[in-house]
Structure formats: C-alpha cells, structure tokens
C-alpha cells in the first residue's frame, strides 16, 4: 500500500496541528502549574517559539507579533533564527513589564 501525495499531506498538517496543540496545552498547564517561574517561561519560549509566550495570560498580541516576525524572517532572511532571538526577549520583557502581577513569583 503506498500513500498518495494528498494522503501524505493530510497526515503533514494534522501532525502540525497536534504538535501546536500540544505545545500551546503544555504551556498553558506548565503556567498554571508553575506560575511566575522566568527560567520556565524563558524555556518554553525558547522550545515553543512562538507558543512559549502563552506561559503568562495576556500573550494573543505577543504570539501574533512572534508569527509576523517568523513569516518576515523566512521570506526577507531565509531562516528562522529571528524569532528564537526575539521569543526569549519577549519573555524576558514580560517579566519585567508584569513582575508585580504574576502570581507566586518571588524576587530573582
């Protein structure tokens, strides 16, 4: 039995599809689990780029700028290590930006 090509590319994009599922619910639960944690949140932006910035709520506009730089960063440069730069950052901002409103997070 061999798979025809729209067969190949159905399997394709229902694994990326449950790939993204699974990093957005991982990152959600590691936030909820873990809250306030920057190493953590720093990781999963670094792993889950841009799915790592759903760690702290409020993470819709940052996701959204994560996938225009992503799409800006294949088509004018040719890679993708734009955003593996910029996801971390953000997060990093982020800390600073709500480092009073996180929940649970203790002095660095």
Known sequence: MEL???EV??????LI???TAVSIGLTIYLGNR???KRWLGILLSIIFTPWGQ???EGS????MAL????????VALGNYLLPFICSPLMMWLR???YKTRIPDQKEE
């Open 9 to 14: 590319n159905g399997i394709v994009v229902l």
């Open 67 to 74: 996938i225009i730089i992503t799409m800006f960063s294949k």
């Open 34 to 36: 873990f809250p306030g």
């Open 54 to 56: 759903a760690y702290i």
């Open 17 to 19: 599809i449950l790939a």
């Open 4 to 6: 025809e090509s729209s």
């Open 60 to 63: 819709s506009r940052y996701i």
């Open 95 to 97: 800390f600073n930006k």
